[in-house]
């Protein structure tokens, strides 16, 4: 197989070379001295930590950090440690966006709290728990759930880490399914539009579509979503056995393996973004990545193989344990697991200490809806064997050693 990996034009590299040594600065990129916080005596940037290197580690050190290693990404009832778990899909985002971060000339610490902090909010079991759960939360309540809306009560509600508005901003315009061939900031405005735009998403999720971040790094880690997960899906799709590492792919001007779909399509947004305050992809790459998705659509995420087995055993489960946790929330009673493993475990944050304690103005459906989305796979399969022992609905993995 021929593979074909593209460089920069020469008259970029030159000019890249020549801005370097005149110092230039991107005017365009995020200054730490501009961040937006909601209590702003609190976390001012000093020389060893700037202000977006301590939304990083608020985020990385953050009660939830730790759960994105048993989440899944795309593929469920897989025991293979070389299929990517949400963990890896994150930190892979962050290193391609802070690779053409910095040659752009952007902040890279913003570009890597965004990215890091992005997934914060995904249910287990994937997208399809995703819509499990927003059908469950929207049906009691007529709220919707979407996890990069659950990102943002997580850094910024549940937990009051006080993350900054451009961090914020970039979490819940980060979606990876809207491919566009051109990527511009919103203005940045303030703490109260931002969150009326989060509530009124929350009521209508079309909204979400038109959500832009406020920087460009936010448009950065937005494009970079994509980019991480497009050839790692098929990569990992071989793995599982799901398709032939020989099956076509309509990558075109991407390539057709993970690492030149990766080098492709940071080479050409640099390419046509280097000094400007959008990013962008020119039109030949801009097609092939929307085939590659779709491709990837019809050959891995809507099989039937995939929805079925999901659908069959996951979905049943969802539904039972929101319906038997809104009762235990409803009941009070502190020794059901909601309170020891959700509601105890957050109130006992030092970040709670003089706040509101958690679970004294959510509703049971909303501390239902926080509780799942917080929750590992394997979490969730342990919670409803013990909830329902006599249950015959099982998540059936397949194995190392199986076939």
């Not at 690492?259 to 492709?264: K, L, P, R, V």
């Amino acid at each position: 197989m021929s593979l074909k990996y593209e460089k920069l034009s020469p008259e970029l590299c030159e000019r890249i070379e020549y801005d370097r040594a005149e110092g230039w600065h991107n005017p365009y990129a995020a200054r730490g001295a501009d961040a937006l916080r909601r209590n702003p005596a609190r976390d001012a940037e000093n020389l060893w930590r700037p202000a977006y290197v301590r939304d990083i580690d608020k985020i990385m050190h953050s009660a939830y950090y730790n759960r994105y290693t048993d989440k899944t990404q795309v593929f469920s009832f897989y025991k293979n440690d070389d299929i990517t778990r949400r963990a890896l899909h994150v930190q892979l985002v962050s290193r391609i966006a802070r690779n053409i971060g910095a040659v752009l000339g952007l902040n890279c610490d913003l570009i890597e709290a965004i990215a890091l902090g992005h997934d914060m909010g995904h249910t287990p079991f994937g997208h399809a728990g995703e819509d499990f759960l927003d059908r469950l939360y929207c049906g009691a309540t007529g709220r919707r759930f979407a996890h990069n809306l659950q990102s943002v009560r997580v850094l910024d509600g549940v937990f009051p880490y006080n993350i900054s508005l451009q961090t914020l901003s970039g979490v819940v315009s980060h979606n990876g399914e809207l491919a566009q061939d051109r990527y511009e900031p919103s203005p940045l405005g303030d703490f109260a539009a931002f969150d009326a735009e989060c509530e009124a998403c929350r009521k209508d999720l079309s909204l979400a579509a038109h959500m832009r971040p406020n920087t460009l790094e936010g448009c950065v880690v937005r494009i970079c979503d994509m980019i991480a997960y497009l050839g790692k899906d098929r990569q990992d799709a071989e793995r599982a056995g799901l398709i032939s590492p020989d099956a076509p792919f309509a990558g075109g001007a991407l390539g057709t393996r993970n690492a030149e779909i990766i080098n492709n399509l940071v080479v050409n947004i640099i390419e046509n973004s280097y000094g400007k305050d959008h990013i962008s992809l020119d039109a030949e790459h801009y097609e092939a990545l929307r085939a590659a998705k779709r491709d990837n659509y019809e050959s891995i995420y809507l099989t039937g193989a995939v929805r079925e087995r999901i659908e069959s055993a996951v979905e049943p489960m969802f539904e039972q344990i929101y319906v038997q946790v809104v009762r235990d929330v409803r009941e009070g009673s502190d020794k059901s697991f909601v309170h020891r493993h959700h509601i105890d475990f957050i109130n006992a944050s030092p970040y709670k200490r003089g706040a509101v304690p958690y679970g004294e103005t959510e509703d049971a459906d909303t501390v239902a809806c926080d509780y799942i989305a917080s929750m590992t796979d394997d979490y969730m399969v342990d919670l409803y064997a013990h909830l329902f022992p006599k249950s015959t609905l099982r998540v059936e993995y397949r194995g190392y050693f199986d076939k």
